[in-house]
């Protein structure tokens, strides 16, 4: 960054409200992994971690990636299913104070060559061959024709020549680095990036305390505890997955269960067998597992909260995963890589409200509908604007593009229409 981001020097006022704090990723880990070592943490069908083994294994590949060479400030590109070893991979790099570059496995070659070289990414790492794509194959091309190096890694499969694969930076035998000290909670630590309506993806950079923002007000806003167990099919490499399935359950100290390939059987069974209590996902998914729903072979009745985004959910659907699904509650929220996500409804919420609004701002979020370059009223559609804790810092390499985002009382343009109804509540419309 050339100068410092304007959402930095709100860094006081922030700390002050006790929405921004000195915490960061690998202290919690650290501070879970000291307080209980065997509770369980990380399972995605394959294998299973606790705190205690999370712990040891992020720390040593943190320092195996030390020693080839990835420091403090580096961008590494990470995509991957959802598998145990993107958490590993997000920590290790956390610990380093290495900029994570979550990377959705839909994208090919022109996405991800772009992504590798405006981020400058020092490293690329991908698995082998996923739903028929041989994603290795792609990144060994990416990384050979790159105009500097970049270290290619491969997850679970046999790497191509030139590439290291992970399980060998997952061994027992350190490489004699030394892990640095912790970084802070303001320091760059993700680039999360977002196509929108522009021909190329835009990188969305945060900080910790900038992309933690939400998730630790999920966390009361959904009643979570340690005792907690969050079911993840969405991608943990989009923004959704990645605060609600990978830093919020984190931060609660809970249990998270992945599923890479969204298939509603398996996934009802996988709520089943671990007795899940929330999850959240793209609105479709909660239709496809109401159809595959068997009572007398899926137990479900842990399920607590389903938050959803990015589409209107009708009443109808609410109220039949709460008859279907023991209780349980969908919400509604809404958010971008942006500003994550800016509002959320409350399991508490009537059926009427979710299915009529995207949720109220949670706490030190301000929202303003903004029509012909002025506020406008409860019930009138216009641009949503936001200011709060969660705001990206710029547009990586793009400060032409931050500048025009922001409006001359520093409140965020999202591009997004929608109005606000008399209690505050928001309903997205459409997209300018």
């Not at 930095?8 to 409200?17: G, I, P, Q, V, Y």
């Not at 349980?328 to 409804?345: D, K, L, W």
């Not at 299915?355 to 509908?369: H, N, Q, T, Y």
Request: glycine fraction near 10%.
């Amino acid at each position: 960054m050339s100068s410092p981001s304007d959402q930095l020097l709100r860094s006081a006022e922030f700390r002050k409200a006790g929405y921004w704090s000195d915490d960061t990723f690998p202290a919690v880990i650290d501070r879970w992994a000291d307080q209980d070592p065997s509770r369980p943490y990380l399972c995605d069908g394959t294998s299973a971690l606790t705190y205690g083994q999370f712990r040891e294994q992020a720390w040593n590949l943190a320092a195996n990636l030390a020693g080839r060479g990835i420091r403090g400030g580096d961008r590494v590109a990470v995509q991957l299913p959802n598998w145990n070893e993107f958490f590993l991979l997000y920590a290790a790099c956390a610990r380093l104070g290495a900029v994570v570059i979550p990377v959705v496995t839909v994208y090919r070659a022109g996405e991800v060559s772009f992504i590798v070289a405006n981020s400058g990414a020092a490293a690329l790492i991908t698995c082998g061959e996923f739903r028929g794509f041989d994603h290795a194959a792609m990144a060994a091309e990416i990384t050979a024709a790159a105009p500097r190096p970049v270290t290619q890694i491969v997850v679970r499969a046999d790497p191509p020549p030139g590439a290291l694969a992970l399980a060998g930076l997952l061994g027992d035998d350190r490489p004699g680095s030394v892990l640095p000290g912790l970084p802070s909670a303001d320091d760059p630590h993700l680039i999360l990036y977002s196509s929108g309506t522009e021909a190329r993806p835009k990188g969305c950079l945060h900080t910790w305390n900038t992309s933690s923002f939400l998730p630790k007000q999920a966390i009361p806003a959904m009643g979570m505890t340690r005792d907690d167990v969050m079911f993840m099919p969405a991608p943990v490499t989009h923004a959704l997955g990645l605060t609600l399935g990978l830093m919020a359950p984190t931060l609660a100290g809970a249990a998270v269960e992945l599923l890479d390939i969204f298939r509603p059987v398996t996934a009802l069974e996988r709520v089943a067998g671990r007795g899940c209590t929330g999850t959240a996902s793209p609105a479709p998914f909660i239709r496809m597992m109401l159809d595959a729903y068997d009572p007398a072979a899926h137990d479900v009745s842990r399920l607590r909260f389903w938050l959803t985004a990015g589409a209107a959910i009708p009443a109808a659907l609410v109220e039949e995963a709460a008859a279907s699904f023991s209780g349980c509650r969908v919400v509604s929220a809404y958010g971008s890589s942006e500003v994550m996500m800016a509002t959320v409804c409350r399991p508490e919420d009537p059926v009427e409200r979710v299915a009529s609004s995207d949720g109220g701002p949670v706490p030190g979020v301000e929202l303003r509908i903004v029509a012909d370059g002025e506020p406008v009223p409860a019930g009138v559609d216009g641009e949503i604007r936001y200011r709060g804790p969660g705001r990206l810092l710029e547009y990586w390499d793009r400060p032409d593009l931050t500048a025009g985002a922001i409006d001359e009382e520093g409140w965020w343009r999202t591009g997004d229409v929608g109005r606000l109804d008399e209690t505050g509540y928001l309903r997205v419309t459409g997209r300018i």
